[in-house]
């Protein structure tokens, strides 16, 4: 995304509060459109605490799923940015414990 001004960056989050309110009235379109704007950096920020790419979209995927259920619980105290990306780095820190949880499995193992 390129550089905002301090007015660009007011109106992306009056624009994404708007999205926010939409969401919270049931309008999935809304989420989408804060899906849309987000995913692209979330899983480029994600993919520097996850190396691997697919292990990176898989826990955007989570944390917007994430997000999307604890919707109602924003309550606009932070930007939808930067509760999401907290959102963001909980489920990769949560990947990564689970990882250093499982035994590792050969090659060629059945998953």
């Known amino acids: 995304m390129a550089w905002r001004d301090a007015a660009g960056a007011g109106r992306a989050a009056d624009q994404d509060q708007a999205l926010v ?3 919270r009235r049931g309008d999935d379109d809304a989420f ?3 899906v849309r704007a ?3 950096r ?3 920020f994600t993919q520097a605490m996850v190396p691997d790419r697919a292990d990176a979209e898989d826990i955007a995927q989570e944390a917007f799923l994430r997000a999307y259920r604890a919707l109602r ?3 606009g105290g932070s930007s ?3 509760w999401l990306y907290q959102s963001v780095t909980n489920t990769a820190r949560t990947h990564l414990a689970e990882g250093r949880d499982r035994p590792e499995q ?3 193992d059945p998953a």
Request: proline share 0%; charged share 25%; no cysteine.
């Open 21 to 23: 309110d939409r969401a």
């Open 38 to 40: 987000y995913q692209h």
């Open 106 to 108: 050969a090659a060629g």
């Open 42 to 44: 979330v899983v480029n």
């Open 32 to 34: 989408g459109d804060l």
């Open 80 to 82: 939808f940015k930067t």
């Open 73 to 75: 619980q924003f309550r």
